[in-house]
C-alpha cells in the first residue's frame, strides 16, 4: 500500500508542472500560436510562423530573422495572449522542451521564463545557445527563486538575439514541447545528458505501439515498468543496468484493453512516472 500512495504522489507531482498554454504549439489563430503574443507586423513582416517539422504532434513555433526597409527584424514570442503571460501559481524547477536553431554569425537562440508575484520578479531561468541544432534537441534549465513568495504570473519568451550586433537574416529556430518539472537539471548546452529525465510517450493515445525516450545521468540498474489505473503492474519493459545517456524504447500494448495507464522510470532510488493512453 505505501508503494502505491507513494507512486500517485509521483504522478500527481509530474501532472502538477505541465500547465504551460498550448506548450506544443498545435493551435494558432494566422500566424500566431494561441496563448502567446509574436512579433508579427502584418502587411510588413512575419518573423513567426507555424511549422509542421514537430518534434510531436502536428504543429510547431518558427521563428526567423527577416529584413524589412533594410532594417533586421529577429523574431520573438512571448506567453499570453497580449505578452504579459498567464495565471501561474505553482514553483516549477527547470523548464524543458526541444528545438532546432540555425545560427547564422554567431546569433544566439534564447528561451527564459520569469516568475512573478503582484508584479514583483521572484524567479528567472533560461537557456541559450549559439549551437547549430538540424535535429529536435532536448534543452532543459533551472529556475532560480530570490524568495519564498508562489508567483501569480509567469512570462515565456523565445527570441534570437546577438549580443555584439544586429541579428542576421537566415538564423531561424523552431521551437515545441515546452514544459515545466518539479526536478533541478543543472546547466544544459544541449548536448550533454546531465539530468534524469522520462519523455511522454508518444504517440499518445496510440494502439498498439509507442516511444517511450529517457535518459540518465549516470550508471545504475534502470527499470521501466507499466501499471493499470489501480496500480498492478502489466509489463516490464527495461529492467537493466544502464550507462549514463539517451535511450528509447517501444512498448507494444498487446494484450491489453483500452484505458489509462501508468509508466515508471526508476534509476537507482530516483523515479519519475507518467500517464498514456490505450485506444484500441
Known amino acids: 500500500m505505501k508503494s502505491l500512495v507513494t507512486f500517485f504522489i509521483l504522478f500527481l507531482s509530474c501532472m502538477l508542472y505541465a500547465?504551460?498554454?498550448?506548450?506544443?504549439?498545435?493551435?494558432?489563430?494566422?500566424?500566431?500560436?494561441?496563448?502567446?503574443?509574436?512579433?508579427?507586423?502584418p502587411s510588413m513582416w512575419t518573423t513567426i510562423t507555424k511549422s509542421s517539422t514537430t518534434h510531436s504532434g502536428t504543429g510547431a513555433v518558427r521563428g526567423e530573422v527577416v529584413s524589412f526597409s533594410n532594417t533586421i527584424v529577429p523574431p520573438y514570442i512571448n506567453s499570453g495572449v497580449s505578452g504579459t503571460g498567464f495565471a501561474f501559481t505553482q514553483r516549477p524547477a527547470s523548464i524543458r522542451g526541444y528545438y532546432q536553431f540555425n545560427s547564422v554569425q554567431g546569433d544566439d537562440f534564447t528561451v527564459g521564463v520569469l516568475l512573478y508575484n503582484n508584479s514583483q520578479a521572484i524567479a528567472a531561468g533560461s537557456f541559450e545557445t549559439t549551437a547549430n541544432a538540424g535535429s529536435y534537441t532536448y534543452f532543459a534549465a533551472d529556475i532560480n527563486y530570490v524568495n519564498s513568495l508562489t508567483p501569480d504570473n509567469c512570462i515565456i519568451i523565445a527570441l534570437i538575439g546577438n549580443s555584439v550586433g544586429d541579428e542576421h537574416v537566415g538564423s531561424y529556430f523552431l521551437l515545441d514541447d515546452l514544459e515545466f518539472s518539479d526536478q533541478t537539471v543543472g546547466v544544459n548546452d544541449g548536448s550533454t545528458v546531465n539530468s534524469f529525465m522520462l519523455e511522454?510517450?508518444?504517440?499518445?493515445?496510440?494502439?498498439?505501439?509507442?516511444?517511450?525516450?529517457?535518459?540518465?545521468?549516470?550508471?545504475?540498474?534502470?527499470?521501466?515498468?507499466?501499471?493499470?489505473?489501480?496500480?498492478n503492474e502489466v509489463a516490464t519493459v527495461v529492467n537493466e543496468v544502464k550507462t549514463a545517456g539517451s535511450y528509447h524504447v517501444d512498448f507494444n500494448s498487446a494484450g491489453l484493453s483500452s484505458g489509462l495507464y501508468f509508466y515508471r522510470l526508476t534509476w537507482g532510488s530516483s523515479d519519475i512516472v507518467k500517464k498514456m493512453t490505450i485506444l484500441k
Open 200 to 231: 511522454q510517450n508518444y504517440p499518445n493515445p496510440f494502439n498498439p505501439s509507442t516511444r517511450i525516450d529517457y535518459q540518465v545521468p549516470s550508471e545504475d540498474l534502470v527499470t521501466l515498468k507499466i501499471y493499470d489505473v489501480i496500480g
Open 19 to 41: 500547465q504551460i498554454p498550448n506548450a506544443g504549439f498545435e493551435n494558432w489563430t494566422g500566424n500566431t500560436p494561441d496563448n502567446w503574443y509574436a512579433n508579427n507586423f
